[in-house]
C-alpha cells in the first residue's frame, strides 16, 4: 500500500491494520465487511436474496473496488490491474461490463 498517497489517519490505521494481519487479527476491511453483512442480514431479517447472498455481495463490491482502485491509481489501468490482481484485459472488460469505460 502506498502510505505516502493517504491522509496521516489512514495511514495509521492501515499500519495498525497490517500489524494486526501479521499477528493473526482480522483486518480493518474485513471486519468492515462482517459489520456490513450482521447488519444487512438484521435489516432483511428471514426473507431470502433472490439472487443468493453470495452474489448479490460481489456485484455490489466489485463496482466501488474497481472504481476506487482505479481513482487511486490516476487512472491508470496497468497499475491498477497490478494491484487487483488480474491482467489489463480483464480489467478492461470488468469496466466495460460495468459501464465504467
Known sequence: MNA???????AAVSTSSQAALA?????????CVGRT???????IGDTEC?????ALVLREVEVPLLREVLAFHGGNQSR?????????????????AHGLL
Open 4 to 10: 505516502a498517497r493517504l491522509p496521516a489517519i489512514e
Open 23 to 31: 499477528h493473526g487479527s482480522s483486518s480493518a476491511l474485513s471486519e
Open 37 to 43: 453483512v450482521r447488519r444487512y442480514l438484521a435489516d
Open 50 to 54: 433472490s439472487e443468493g447472498l453470495h
Open 80 to 96: 491498477a490491474a497490478v494491484a487487483l490482481g488480474i491482467n489489463r484485459a480483464t480489467l478492461r472488460k470488468k469496466l466495460a
